[in-house]
């Protein structure tokens, strides 16, 4: 059974520039969460989706926003990038019979904004 | 405000012994705690998890601990070996919340010495 899947593994970007993060879920999952890490903050969550729609937020500002499409796979996008949004972003999926309130992460998305 | 702390940010133990990796949280809401191992460039995985209705749960090699009074929670892997060198993450989950809402620590460097 494949895993988590995110892509692109690695992105730079420059400031003010948008981004699009990619992430599939393990087949059968219908909640998908995005989490950043950074060194300082650990992880935090950023918002969770379920059935295409948006079941939780973190405290993050509007550019950072995302969607879930009817196949369970989501995207992230932030726009207007800063260079405090590098970090490592990583999606988890939930649900199925492996155990409701287990997570399951994908290896993340590391971004660097310059 | 850093609800959930693992204030220890590194640990050695030698292989064989004990490791315990100690968490601390604030929110009196939190009713579910899972232990994510990470490794680095891959994302966290699904360790352990309690309930708040349990003081302990085994699996393995792996016993958390939850004191509710106390707001702590531990984790101790017995005996160690060199595999378990990693980053543990704590995480706590709120009554009524979605599951995937995770609020996660710092982290604990764990170093497993030959």
């Known amino acids: 059974k494949a895993g988590v899947t995110q892509t692109p593994r690695y992105l730079i970007k420059t400031r003010g520039q948008q981004v699009t993060l990619s992430c599939s879920p393990i087949s059968g999952h219908r909640s998908v969460s995005w989490y950043q890490q950074t060194p300082g903050q650990g992880l935090q969550f950023l918002f969770e989706y379920f059935s295409e729609t948006q079941r939780n937020k973190g405290n993050f500002p509007g550019r950072f926003s995302g969607r879930q499409f009817s196949n369970s796979r989501s995207e992230m996008n932030v726009s207007t990038l800063e260079l405090g949004d590098s970090a490592l972003y990583l999606c988890?999926?939930?649900?199925?019979?492996?155990?409701?309130?287990?997570?399951?992460f994908g290896p993340g998305t590391r971004l660097t904004v310059t | 405000d850093q609800q959930v702390k693992q204030n220890s940010p590194s640990l050695s133990v030698q292989e064989g012994r004990i490791s315990i990796l100690n968490c601390d949280y604030t929110n009196s809401m939190f009713d579910y705690f899972l232990w994510y191992k990470k490794y680095p460039a891959e994302g966290p995985t699904f360790l352990i998890s309690?309930?708040?209705?349990?003081d302990k749960n085994e699996d393995g090699r792996f016993t958390v601990f939850l004191n509710k009074s106390a707001k702590h929670l531990s984790l101790h892997i017995v005996p160690s070996q060199p595999g378990d060198s990693a980053v543990y993450f704590c995480?706590?989950?709120?009554?009524?919340?979605?599951?995937?809402?995770?609020?996660f620590g710092t982290g604990t460097r764990l170093q497993v010495t030959l």
């Open positions: 988890a999926s939930r649900g199925g019979l492996s155990g409701w309130n287990e997570q399951y």
């Open positions: 309690i309930s708040s209705i349990k």
């Open positions: 995480a706590a989950s709120e009554v009524g919340g979605t599951a995937s809402k995770l609020t």
